[in-house]
């Protein structure tokens, strides 16, 4: 995402209605909205990768994977990401047909431009979201996944993931390899 402010105040249903015919998406924050950047290769394998394993998984839960194109709500903050993939299990998310409102997954994959908002101010703003279990950030550098995962008592803890190690998302009873996530990707230095 780039933070440079692209149009004047709009409103969430004009940012709506803009967004469904825009070849640019765009995040919308507080009547703002921001131009997206586009892709790695290693960036759209590790996506793939993870939506093969994941959307596998959770076939026949009643749960619903989203991958880069539809949008998170984040209705307290007057806010609409695009996660790079997203997981929800709630039936109220079936009303929505641009957005969704309660994910209990979401993952991004960490670009150089994107990490410190990733890491930072999103993830504040991600907080808001009460149905949200764990919050995943993949690095497209080396192999390291930090997976932020919200306690019984609300508190979020985080559990960080190298090398050969087995990735645990706990949000859906899910565990995979490391190295199945990183499959194909050559890291560049």
């Known amino acids: 995402m780039t933070l440079t402010q692209s149009h004047p105040y709009i409103s969430p249903e004009e940012y709506l209605e803009l967004e469904k015919n825009s070849p640019i998406k765009h995040e919308y ?6 131009a997206m950047a586009g892709a790695s290769d290693s960036h ?15 076939r026949g839960t009643g749960c619903r994977l989203y991958v880069t194109e539809m949008k998170a709500k984040i209705e307290t903050l007057d806010i609409f990401y695009y ?3 997203m ?14 409102c309660y994910p209990s997954l979401i993952i991004e994959v960490l670009s150089p431009t994107t990490e410190a908002f990733d890491r930072g101010d999103k993830f504040i703003d991600y907080q808001e979201l009460e149905t949200l279990q764990e919050y995943v950030l993949v690095s497209q550098n080396r192999q390291r996944v930090d997976c932020f995962r919200r306690n019984n008592t609300g508190i979020w803890e985080l559990y ?3 090398g050969n190690q087995e990735l645990e998302l706990t949000s859906l009873n899910f565990k995979c390899l490391l190295t199945d996530v990183y499959e194909d990707v050559n890291f560049l230095r």
């Open 83 to 85: 996660p790079d993939i």
């Open 44 to 58: 759209v394998t590790i996506t793939a990768n993870l939506v093969a394993l994941v959307r596998n998984h959770i």
């Open 160 to 162: 960080s993931y190298r």
């Open 87 to 100: 997981v929800t299990c709630d039936s109220r998310d079936t009303q929505f047909e641009y957005f969704k």
């Open 29 to 34: 924050i507080q009547g703002q909205i921001y």
